[in-house]
């Protein structure tokens, strides 16, 4: 028999390529032959950001996302809609063809719990599945309780809120949830995505009670309670987040390397790292209140300010900003963050709290600003704030925005509050060993090479 032949398949957004890409280099490692399978959009810009996979440990391949050059991926119900139409139809094309000989057999189809389409399809064909979670256990939980939250009228069948200030608490330990930040809401404009959302992911969540495994990129140290609603789930992560520098990590932009040079001349904890991922636009206000926010902190910072942040190509800056750029700060259009975060040098992490970050952050000891915006990031934020309390949140004022005293203010209490980082290491502590050698993650992690190389 040849090698175990695993194909794998992320939902087409950043923050499910790299833990997708991460879980697949860790397992090509261990002998495992990966097929990773972006759509030929994402997999351009991999390629474009990284150049060639040079230790050429997985096989890079794409199937169209349906939609045209130049059509909006971040409008996600579109591109969504787009997938459900032509995904499953692509992936048996690009089964067939890459279901070798006897020797180079696909052993399963490893695919985000997000594209339950295509874990549909393999079992169509006959091939065993895994499902991965990207994001925290207790959002699958959220996703198993709906019914509940139909029966007890919290939400109604097409999963509009209908108690608008009642709080959902899944159990006395995990994070309280408001009903106007579930999952499937605020996505984008269109009036239609979040009922198409909502079915979307019930869906999902459907399919991946008949996978034979489902993986979270979460730990038992972190969400005890989230894994005991959700049995079926087992922890495997956090993925990694010590140093992607220089490794193939799936990318959507080249990571500007220079940024750590300059934390080396930094004094220790004391830099503010600010990132919000790689999807979130800031209109023009609040991009402005943020550069006014940092300046008055009056401490070095990173900032990551994507090419697409703000509405419109350019970037209003204040003027003092370009002074002190060079000097006091960095900007840069994306930085190899996971090892921005494990530097002596940074003090604190302002971030949208999407969960890859949230698992970097606190694999790296660092305490959190919390500024989140929709999806999953309420829940990571209560996760950070309320739960392991190693950060706070930010609060807008009545017009919805975050105020530059606030940031000031907040950044204050921050690192002024030796409590929030003694937490922090604590926690990064129990996170480090799940993930070494014997740890609860580890163990699963070995397990599931067992399983695929039986
Ligand atoms: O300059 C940067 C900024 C980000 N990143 C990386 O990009 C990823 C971003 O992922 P995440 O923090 O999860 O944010 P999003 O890109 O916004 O991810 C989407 O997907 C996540 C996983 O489902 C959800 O938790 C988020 O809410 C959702 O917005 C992380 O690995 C970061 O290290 C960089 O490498 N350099």
Known sequence: MGKPHVVVIPYPAQGHVIPLMELSQNLA???IKISFVNTVFNHKRVLDAFGVDENGLLH????PDGLEDGEDRNQLGKLTESLCQVIPTQLKELIHKVNGSNDDKISCVLADISMGLALDVAAELGIPTVGLWPAAVLQLAVLLRVPKLIDDGLIDENGTPLMKHKMIQLSPMTPSIHPMNLVWLNIDDSPSTPKFMFDFQLRNYRVAETTNWVLCNSSLELELQGFKLVPKALPIGPFLATNRLGNFSGNFWPEDPTCLQWLDQQLPG?????????FIVFDQIQFQELALGLEITEKPFIWVVREDITKGKHHNYPKWLNERVGNQCRIVSWAPQAAVLGHSSIACFISHCGWNSTMEGVSNGVPFLCWPYFADQFLNESYI???WKIGLKLQKDEG???RKEEIKSKVEQLVGDENFK?????LKQMVTKSVGDGGSSDKVFKNFVQWLKS
């Open 60 to 63: 890079l391949l794409s199937v």
């Open 270 to 278: 004391s830099v503010i790292y600010v990132a919000f991922g790689s």
């Open 29 to 31: 490692k261990q002998g």
């Open 385 to 387: 704030s309320d739960i």
């Open 400 to 402: 919805g925005i975050i």
């Open 422 to 426: 003694t937490r922090a290491i604590e």
